[in-house]
């Protein structure tokens, strides 16, 4: 199983990033999708969440109207549209995969994000 992140980087605030997980060793439509983030010193906090069909989705309070999650079941990845990115949006970013009632769980290694002038 992998979970494998990428498009972070270093960005200006009110710039925008587009992350990308790539799912493989698992069926990848028949799991749920998140997003989540970790700043340093920080616990790690769920970001966003998208249903088995992506019929569905769900953001944290601090990202609900820039942020935009959506999943491609054909090609078996996920995507985290960020835009109007801020400083505290900081931190390492991580694509989890869970099936349903959480009785398996997937995490990738996560992608690093910066927002700096």
């Known amino acids: 199983v992998q979970l494998v992140e990428s498009g972070g980087g270093l960005v200006q605030p009110g710039g925008s990033l587009r992350l990308s997980c790539a799912a493989s060793g698992f069926t990848f439509s028949s799991y749920g999708m998140s997003w989540y983030r970790q700043a340093p010193g920080k616990e790690r906090e769920l970001v966003a969440i998208i249903t088995i069909a992506g019929d569905n989705t769900n953001y944290a309070n601090s990202v609900r109207g820039r942020f935009t999650i959506s999943r491609d079941n054909a090609k078996s990845m996920v995507y985290l549209q960020m835009n109007s990115l801020k400083p505290e949006d900081t931190a390492e970013y991580f694509c989890?995969?869970?099936?349903?009632?959480?009785?398996?769980?997937?995490w990738g290694q996560g992608t690093q994000v910066t927002v700096s002038s």
């Open positions: 989890e995969a869970h099936s349903p009632w959480n009785s398996v769980i997937y």
